[in-house]
T-cell receptor, first 114, second 111 residues
Framework: NAGVTQTPKFQVLKTGQSMTLQCAQD?????MSWYRQDPGMGLRLIHY???????DQGEVPNGYNVSRSTTEDFPLRLLSAAPSQTSVYFC?????????????FGSGTRLTVV | GNSVTQMEGPVTLSEEAFLTINCTYT??????LFWYVQYPGEGLQLLLK?????DKGSNKGFEATYRKETTSFHLEKGSVQVSDSAVYFC??????????FGSGTRLSIRP
């Protein structure tokens, strides 16, 4: 059981480049989300999805796009990378939307924008 | 709005010491509360949870009790080990399918 798989693990981008961070889960979870982790700031929600075809913005959505065409995949797109997007990105999934369910996290993507 | 405040780190203890990491929250109603742990180079893992007032979550020797009267969910362990060295995050489930995380507390255990 792979859980939540994120690729790549590390990435260096030049300012203005675009890229897609991949996230896939094999647990048939309806809920998926993207967080970024910055020193001293905990995790901040970027975008989330409550099912295929449904996405919504979180706390820090600017500069990022998402789509959810299947239950399994939830890619995060950076359209024009900026140094402020240097961070560690985590994808997470959950089997339900109520408060009793915790998240399963991927191992993260460390992104550096130069 | 909803928020989580946890004690700043780093926290450094000797092996077999007693651990407390404080966490308080602000929320309407009765949110579910969580503790997550992050080991170096890894994603977050759910450590324990409590879904209603006075519930006690426990796992791997760690415990936390949901205290509605003090809006707290402090993490405790009676005897820490070197392998407990990690970053610990307190979190709460808010409305609209979102979990809000605290800023994290780094714990280091000396042999």
């Amino acid at each position: 059981n792979a859980g939540v798989t994120q690729t790549p693990k590390f990435q260096v981008l030049k300012t203005g480049q675009s890229m897609t961070l991949q996230c896939a889960q094999d647990m048939n979870h309806e809920y998926m989300s993207w967080y970024r982790q910055d020193p001293g700031m905990g995790l901040r929600l970027i975008h989330y999805s409550v099912g295929a075809g449904i996405t919504d913005q979180g706390e820090v959505p600017n500069g990022y796009n998402v789509s959810r065409s299947t239950t399994e995949d939830f890619p995060l797109r950076l359209l024009s990378a900026a140094p402020s997007q240097t961070s560690v990105y985590f994808c997470a999934s959950s089997q339900g939307f109520s408060g009793g369910y915790g998240y399963t996290f991927g191992s993260g993507t460390r992104l550096t924008v130069v | 709005g909803n928020s989580v405040t946890q004690m700043e780190g780093p926290v450094t203890l000797s092996e077999e010491a007693f651990l407390t990491i404080n966490c308080t929250y602000t929320a309407t109603g009765y949110p579910s509360l969580f503790w997550y742990v992050q080991y170096p180079g890894e994603g977050l893992q759910l450590l324990l949870k409590a879904t209603k007032a006075d519930d006690k979550g426990s796992n791997k020797g760690f415990e936390a009790t949901y205290r509605k009267e003090t809006t707290s969910f402090h993490l405790e362990k009676g005897s820490v080990q070197v392998s407990d060295s990690a970053v610990y995050f307190c979190a709460l489930y808010s409305s609209a399918s979102k979990i809000i995380f605290g800023s994290g507390t780094r714990l280091s255990i000396r042999p």
